[in-house]
């Protein structure tokens, strides 16, 4: 095995035959709303997704999840697909309104029955279950309460959780709460552009300390009810920032606040960063956080689940300029950042990713490093790290050469950060299979596997080709 604390790197992150530790755990990610369809089957409920790509304007091309990649109706023959790709770990969400309906109640034994089915058959074939409790799918019966502005939503969560628990809780060694509540809250209550699509900064705001609020008492819930030892988690998009010009770093610590430290600051340290507070003192008096809030957040974490995908380039816009706004996170009339609205996202020279992501393996490797040297007895996984291409099918292959350079690059960064320390214990691509891209709907491809939308057939990629060997061997294949 090769030594990472001495190995060399090129400049450019294109290394091959770098050796990774042999528990590095190499596998891919998927949510349920965007691969699982049968919407209106198995005794699901209607989500917040379903309303929202319904609705005229809101999903690219007028899209929705109703069918999807139909992983439902195909389950064993995508578990054979990653048993072909040598996955060793699969990361899935499950879908809440499946498991009950109006997202209280009773759980549903067909949603109980299909993702035991989902769980028995990842162990059958080797291929360990990371499971995320909740991928942005909130029962719609829920939303028409008041959402995740609504305080009870946090319990119905813990509700959930212990159900899920107990249904699962012997076989699941990793169980993460939250994907990104960063999304949920502020593309869903502040910009609009995800469900339930509105536009209030102080339920944003909310928001926030509501899905802070469920991690907490999801985590409890599961504790009491599960019979093995699994790791607690949470997944978040933590963004790295980049400074410009004399305001840049005065934006940095605006955005860094409100995209990082909101949810590391309770989560790790049980408090909410006081600057956070004084600058959205205008939005909200953040009256929603109760006394014992802060206890119930901070539940021990045995490994942060980070997501990359682009850096954030920032200064404060001098109110005359075109301002820019290139954050990544689609257009919208109204900023998803609170009591930010004057901060400038600045375009990034290339190259690009579909999505009009910069492409920078250098920011997976600072991400990394720095929230390893802020808390370093925390493990962390890379739960996505992935990129959108515009993909074509040659003579049956797909030769998606962008896209397995893109890997390469941004598994050389983990590698690299691995030699400087960071205790990293895996990396889990986005995504398995192309699927509904949320607003962007069909438009934007991230599979390793290419779907046909027209006849669902399943073609591995190049790039599956490529990460395949190297969760074969723990190796980046020359």
């Known amino acids: 095995m090769t030594d990472v604390a001495t190995t060399d790197y090129r400049d450019d992150y294109r290394n091959a035959g770098l050796q990774f530790p042999a528990d590095f755990v ?23 997704w379903d309303t929202f790509s319904h609705t005229p304007g809101k999903v690219h091309n007028g899209d929705t999840g109703d069918q999807a990649d139909d992983h439902y109706h195909r389950l064993d023959a995508d578990l054979d697909l990653m048993k072909s790709l040598n996955l060793q770990a699969y990361r899935f969400s499950i879908s809440w309104p499946r498991i009950q309906p109006t997202g209280r109640g009773p759980a549903n034994p067909e949603g109980i029955a299909f993702y035991t089915r989902l769980i028995d058959g990842l162990i059958e074939r080797g291929i360990t279950p990371i499971v995320t409790l909740y991928h942005w799918d909130l029962p719609q019966a829920l939303e028409d309460e008041g959402g995740w502005a609504n305080r009870a939503t946090s319990y119905a969560f813990a509700d959930y959780a212990r159900i899920v628990g107990q249904a699962f809780g012997d076989r699941i060694g990793t169980w993460t709460t939250l994907n990104e509540p960063w999304c949920s809250a502020y593309l869903g209550y502040a910009s609009g552009v995800h469900a339930p699509g509105l536009n209030d900064y102080a339920a944003s705001l909310a928001a926030v300390h509501h899905l802070n609020l469920a991690h907490g008492l999801a985590v409890t819930a599961l504790k009491e009810v599960v019979t093995n030892d699994p790791q607690f988690s949470i997944t978040l998009n933590l963004h790295v920032l980049r400074p410009e010009g004399e305001t840049g770093a005065e ?38 956080v109760h006394d014992g809030d802060l206890d119930l957040i901070k539940q021990p974490l045995d490994l942060l689940g980070v997501n990359y995908y682009s850096t954030n380039l920032v200064r404060v816009w001098d109110g005359v300029s075109p301002k820019q706004s290139a954050d ?47 808390y370093p007895n925390l493990p962390l996984m890379i739960t996505e790290n992935g990129a959108a291409f515009d993909d074509q099918v040659v003579d049956g292959r797909v030769p998606d050469a962008d896209r397995t350079d893109y890997l390469r690059r941004h598994i050389t960064a983990a590698h690299k950060a691995l030699s400087r320390g960071v205790d990293l214990r895996g990396y889990q691509v986005w995504s398995l299979m192309d699927n509904f891209e949320w607003a962007y709907g069909y438009s934007k491809r991230f599979g390793i596997v290419r779907v046909d939308y027209d006849t669902l057939e399943r073609t591995p990629k190049d790039s599956a080709l490529w990460y395949s060997e190297l969760a074969a061997t723990n190796r980046i294949p020359d």
């Open 251 to 288: 934006a940095v610590r605006r955005i860094d606040g409100l995209g990082n430290r909101v949810f590391l600051g309770p989560l790790l340290d049980g408090e909410y960063p006081a600057d956070v507070i004084a600058d959205t003192s205008e939005v909200t008096d953040w009256s929603f």
């Open 26 to 48: 190499f596998g891919s990610a998927t949510a349920s709303y965007q691969i699982e369809g049968a919407v209106n089957e198995g005794g699901r409920g209607p989500s917040i």
């Open 328 to 374: 990544g996170h689609g257009e919208a009339s109204v900023s998803p950042w609170p009591a930010a609205s004057d901060i400038e996202f600045l375009e990034q020279p290339g190259p690009h990713t579909e999505m009009g992501w910069n492409i920078d393996p250098s920011g997976l490797e600072e991400l990394l490093v720095s929230v390893s040297t802020a």
